[in-house]
C-alpha cells in the first residue's frame, strides 16, 4: 500500500460544468448567463480550491486547444481529463451504441480527438460518459446488441491506443431512463469482457448513491480489480443525480467513503461534480471542499486498531460509537 | 353521479410544451429544433388527436393572444387552459415562495396577466406549476415561512378573481428537490387552509406515481373533495417524471385510474403531459391516445357488480382475476 | 414559545418492541430468544436511558395491567402510551377498514380496552399504528370506502372518549403494499375530515423519511396545525422502514428535526422506535440517545439569529455554513 | 437455438414456502395456520398448477428426505431444486460471511447436506439464497473480507462437487439492509472470479425490479455468459420484494422478459416465488399461471421481424405500437 495522503496535503479537482451555464428543460433560458469555456476556466481557478479542471470537449466557439492550455497554465490549473461531449443533441439516440452508425463514427471520432487533446493539455485519462446509450421504454432496443456496441465501441477506441488511459463513469440513468453503463458492477463485468488493460472506472460518490450501491463498497472493488481510474464527490437524495455539494447530506457514507479512499492509498486528486444551479458556483466548492477536509481530518484519526476489530466481529453498535465519537467528539 | 362519457366520446387535450423544443442539462442545445408557439400549436393540430391545449404564457417573441387565439381557431383547437410561467430563470428560487419580494411581485402579475389572457382565450381555468417553489438543502428554509408564502401567495390571486377557477398541479420535486405542492394530500390540505372555493387540483398520473401515491386513490379523494379541476395522463419508472406516453408501463394502474375517472362521470377532456425528448411529439400523442382508447374501452366494459362485490370483501384474488380477463382477454 | 428543554434536560422513552423478539419472514423462529412483557420492561429499565415505554397491548399470556404497572413502578418507568394491536393475525385484512365488520368490532372493543389501561397506568395517549389498514394490489378496494371507514372508525372511538388523547402514527407501507395512513398530510388532512379535537399525529422521523417527506418540515406542519401528539426516533436508508439507531445514516436531517423539535419548545421525552435485529437492545438504545445528546447539544449551539438571516434569504450556501461548523467544528 | 417451447407446452413451478406459514414481524404468530412440509406439498399439488417444487432445506420436525420423496412422488411433483436454509436465526449474522466461523462451518455442512439431498430427490441444482450475508451500518464490515468469504465460501462448496449445479439467487436487500449477492452484475462478476464452472444465477422478475434492473436485458445478459440456472416470476412495486402474483402490476416487463424467455430457448419450467400473506396460495398460484400463460401466449404472436426491424433502429413508438397491439388487440 501506498503512503497515505495526510488530509492538509489533499488537493481538489472540478468539472468545467460547475462554473458554466446550467440549463434544465424548465428554466431553458438556464440559471444563469452564459459562461464561455475561458471563463469558466477563470471562475474555476478564482474558487481558489481546485488544482485540475475535467475538460468537455469540444470546447465553445473558436476556442482552440492552445488558448485551453494557456488560460490553464496562466491560472495555475492542470487539465485531469477530457471528457468528450457524446451525450448532447448529435448524440440524443446514442453515442457507441447509435442505432445510426454515422452516429457511432462520430462518437469514435471525437474519442479520437480527445486523446489528442488530452495529449497536447498533459490530461492524465480520457472520460466517456454514455449518457445518452440505453433506452426509455421496454422493448425498445434488442439487449444483446446494446451491449456488444457498448463494448466493443469503447475497446475498439482503446485498442487503438494502447497507451492512453479510459475511464467510464457510471450512471443509473439521466438523460436516458436506463443506461447501460449503470452501476459499478455492470461496467466492471462488461470492461472485464472487454479485453483490455487501459479502460477502468470513476466512482463517483453520488451516482453510487443513485445506483442503490454503498459508494465505500464498490470503491474498494473497483480498487482491487485494478479499475480505479479516478474518484468524484458530490450528494443527492440517493433518487436522482442532485449533483450537490459534498457532504451536505450523507456525513456518515462520505466520512466511509474517505476511510477507504486513505485504505487505498490515493493519491491523486478528489474530483468535485457538481450542479450549483442556484448557487454561486465558487461558494459551492469552497463549501464541498471545506466538508471534505473536515471529514478527511476525522477520517485520519480514526482509531483503526479498533475499527478494524469491530469490523472483523461485524460489531454495528461498537462501529457505530467509534464513528460517532470520531464525527461528533 | 353524471351520466358516463362513452369510451367513444373521449376527448383528448395537449400540452403546447409537448410539441416545442425540449431541452435539458446535458443537450443544452435542445432535442429538436427550436419551435415557436405558433408553430407548436400547428404541430398540435396536426397530431389529429387533440382538440385543446394547455398554454405556457407568456408566448414566445412577438406573438400576441390574438395570435395564439387565431391559430387556435384556424385549426380546431380550445384553449384549456393557462400556464403562467413562473419556472424559468426569472423564478429560479421560487415564485409566490421566493425570497426575493421582486420575485413573488412578478409572480402575482404574471398570474394575473393569465387571468386576463385565459379570459380572452376561453380558457377553463388557471393552473400554477410552482416547479422552483421549495429548496434544496436541509435548513435552507423556515418551514412555516414557506408554507404561508406558497398559501397566501395563491390565496390572494383567487380572491381578486373569485370567478375564475384556478387549479395547482403538484409534483414530488424537479427542479427543486423538494416542492412544496408536493403530494395530493399535502395540495389538499393546503388549499383547505387557503379558504377560497377557487382553487383546485390538477392529478397527473405521473406526478402521482412519483409521489409514491395510488393515482387511483387520490383521484378519488380530490373528486370527493369538490377539488378535481383537470386530470393529466403520462407514464413513467416511480422514480421521475419521466413524462412517456400515456400506458407504456403502468397498465394496470392507467386502467384502474380510468375506470375511476367513469366512476367519477369525468365529462371533460383528458390531458396529456408528454416530453417526447427523442420522439416525434405527433407519434407520442397517438400512442398515447390509442391505448387511452384501448384501456377506457375495457374499463368500460368492466363488470360492475361482480368488481363491487369482490372490492367489498377486499378479495384481492377475485379482482385480480377479474382485471386479467378484462386486460388480457 | 414555550421555554426551551435544554439537551441536558431532554428525556428518552422507548418502544416495548425494542426489547421483545424480533422475527421477520426469514427468520421465523426469532432473532433471538422469546421476551415476555415484564422481561422486556426489565431490560428497557436496564438500558439505563429510558424514563418510560409505548406499550403495545393486550401483553402477553397471564400478565395483567396491574404486573404491569407494578414492574414499571418497579423500575421506575412509565407508561407513555398504549398502542393497541390492530396489526397482528387477528386483523391481517385491516383493523378498523376491515372488510369484515368482527374485526372492526374488534378493533373497537381492543381500543376501548386501550384506554381503560391507559387510564390505569396513567398513559398520556392511546396510539393506533394502523399497519393493516390499507391495500396490496390495484383495484382490491374501493377508496371511498376505505377513506369512510378509516376515518369515521377512529372518530367514533375518540367521540367516545372525549377527554383522551388518541394519536395515529402513520407509515407509507409495510405490513399491507399501501396503507391508508401513509404520509404526514394524508393522515392530518383525514384528521381534520374526522372533525374531533383529540385526534392528533405521532411523527416518527423514519416513517416520514421513507414517506419521501423531510421530517423537519412535517414536524413544523403537525405543531403548527395543534396535532402534534408524539415525536419517534430512528433511521433508515430511506425506501424501508428498516428503524436502525437514531442518527445513524442521517446526521444532518436529525439535526435539523432537533433544531426544529427545540424551536417549537418540545418538553415531552422523545421517543425511540427500534428494531435491532441482530444488535444488543440496551447498545441500540444507548448509541441512539449519546447520538442525539450530541446532536441536540449541537443543535442547541447553532447561531439562531445568523441561521434565520439565512434561511429568510434562502441562502443554501451560508445555511451549509453555519451547520457544516456546528456539526463538524 | 433450441427450438422454442410452445405456450401450450410451458410448465410451472413453485416455491414450498408459498404453501406454508407466512410470518412477519407484526404477524408474529403467522398470517395463517402452521403447515407442516408434507402439508405444503399436499396443498402445492392441489393448486392443479405445478409440476415441482423448490424446496427448503431442513425440512421441519422428523420429516425425512424419504418421505419428502414418497409425498412428492404421490403428488406427481418433482424437486425442482434444494434450498438450503442459511437465512434463519442460525445464521441471522450471516452464512458463508457470517465473522463467526462456526457459522461459516455450518453453511458449508448444510449445503454439503443439500446436494446429499438434491441427489437423493433428484433435484436439478441447489440454490443459495444469502439473505443474511451483508451488512446493515456504513462502517460495519471490511468490503474486501466480506467479498472474499461470500466467493470462497461458495467456491469451496461447488469445487467440492464439480457435476453438481449451483445456483446464487441475488437480492438488493432484506432482510439484511443490504445484501452481498445484490444484483444481477455484481453477482455475475463475483460469479466469474470465483473461477468454477458450475455456479450459475437465478434470476427471479421481482428481485431483478427490486434492484432497479430491466428483468428481460438482466436475462439475456446471465443467459449470454452461460450463468442462468433458472427463472422465478413474481410481482412488485419496485421498491420492496413484495412478491406478488405474476402480471399483477408489470404486465409489459413481464411480456418483455417472457419475450426474452422464448428467444433464448428456455425449455425448462418457470418458477414462482410468491408470498400470498393473505391470499389462499392455491388461488395465488393460479391467477399468477393463468396471467402468464396469457402473455406468454401474446409473446408467442409477437411480429417478430417487424420486432426486430424497430428494435434495430431503437425505434420507441414502433415498438411500442406492436406491443400495444400485441397486448390489449
Known amino acids: 500500500m501506498k503512503p497515505e495522503t495526510t488530509p492538509a ?29 475561458l471563463r469558466a476556466i477563470e471562475l ?34 492542470s487539465a485531469v481529463n477530457i471528457t468528450p461531449v457524446i451525450y448532447d443533441r448529435g448524440f440524443r439516440s446514442g453515442s457507441f451504441t447509435s442505432a445510426d452508425t454515422s452516429a457511432r463514427r462520430r462518437a469514435v471520432e471525437l474519442a479520437h480527438e480527445s486523446v489528442d487533446v488530452a495529449a497536447r493539455l498533459g490530461a492524465r485519462y480520457v472520460k466517456f460518459w454514455p449518457g445518452q446509450d440505453g433506452y426509455d421504454y421496454p422493448f425498445q432496443v434488442d439487449y444483446a446488441d446494446l451491449r456488444r456496441h457498448a463494448i466493443e465501441g469503447i475497446r475498439d477506441v482503446a485498442r487503438n491506443f494502447p497507451d492512453v488511459t479510459f475511464a467510464i463513469e457510471y450512471k443509473l440513468k439521466e438523460p436516458r431512463n436506463r443506461l447501460f453503463w449503470s452501476t459499478a458492477a455492470t461496467s466492471l463485468l462488461a470492461i472485464e469482457q472487454m479485453g483490455v488493460d487501459n479502460v477502468g472506472l470513476v466512482v463517483d460518490f453520488g451516482h453510487s448513491l443513485f445506483a442503490k450501491e454503498n459508494p465505500a463498497e464498490v470503491l474498494t472493488l473497483a480498487h482491487s480489480m485494478g479499475r480505479l481510474v479516478d474518484i468524484e464527490l ?70 483503526l486498531p479498533e475499527l478494524r476489530a469491530a469490523q472483523s466481529a461485524h460489531d454495528a453498535m461498537a462501529v457505530q460509537r467509534i464513528v460517532r465519537t470520531a464525527l461528533l467528539g
Open 44 to 77: 474555476a481557478a478564482a474558487s481558489g480550491q481546485l488544482v485540475g479542471l475535467d475538460l468537455n470537449y469540444p470546447f465553445d466557439g473558436d476556442v482552440t486547444v492552445e488558448d485551453v492550455g494557456k488560460a490553464l497554465t496562466a491560472h495555475g490549473l
Open 234 to 303: 458530490d450528494d443527492n437524495y440517493r433518487e436522482w443525480d442532485d449533483d450537490l455539494t459534498a457532504g451536505s447530506l450523507h456525513l456518515v457514507e462520505t466520512l466511509e467513503f474517505l476511510h477507504v479512499v486513505r485504505q487505498i492509498g490515493w493519491d491523486q486528486p478528489l474530483k468535485l461534480d457538481l450542479f450549483p444551479y442556484r448557487e454561486d458556483p465558487a461558494d459551492a466548492v469552497r463549501e464541498s471542499v471545506a466538508t471534505l477536509r473536515a471529514l478527511e481530518d476525522k477520517a485520519a484519526r480514526l482509531p
Open 9 to 37: 496535503d489533499r488537493t481538489f479537482t472540478g468539472g468545467m460544468w460547475t462554473f458554466g451555464r446550467i440549463i434544465d428543460r424548465y428554466a431553458t433560458d438556464g440559471y444563469g448567463p452564459n459562461v464561455p469555456t
